[in-house]
């Protein structure tokens, strides 16, 4: 079993959701502030004759648990739904699992999922 934990943008949650939602079983989504390779937003001012430009971006992160069959069609899905062609679109890591309870049904492994 594989890990995938996805870092996009905040606009994009709900495009990177509907690409994964028949392809997985649950998720989790945590949303926060995050600083990359991409442009920080520009805000305005004082009474809107300065700007600033923010420290952070505001992102979110797509936490999923996975059969090791369904990496290449969840990573591409997720890639594909959060692509904008700027820097800062987000990163895609995947780890391994070495077990999974799942507590309400108290299966294990691959049934847990």
Known sequence: MKRIEATVQATKIGAVTEAINDIVGGYTILEGKGRGSGARQEMRSGRGT??????????ATVSTVIDDSDVEKVSTA?????FTGKGGDGIVVVSNVDSVLNIASKKSGSEAL
Do not use: P
Request: without cysteine.
């Open 78 to 82: 997720i890639a594909d739904a959060a």
């Open 50 to 59: 300065g700007t600033i430009t923010a420290e952070f971006n505001q992102v």
